[in-house]
């Protein structure tokens, strides 16, 4: 992957975050709901960089103490939540430990 920074979403980013939710659950043919989503856009993906970002993600809820994470995931997403450990389940769960709960 080059030519992408990982950063974190600063105020000014709300507009593109919003327009990615609405995407993202068009995609999976589901409604919005008031939940956090990443989404990586159709022209950017399959460039790492919905790994670089859930890797960032993940590298921060561990330096924030959590223990897991949960969510939901596209059909096209899982086999990446899968390769970063994460389980499938109704939604898809990344536990520090590597230990499925």
Known sequence: MTGYIIRRTIESDAAVIARHRVSMFRDMGEVPTQAVNVYTEPGSRRRG???????????WARDQGFDRLLLHASDGARPLYRSLGFSPTNEMRWSIDGRES
């Open 49 to 59: 960089i919905a790994r670089a970002l859930m890797q960032a993600m993940m590298e």
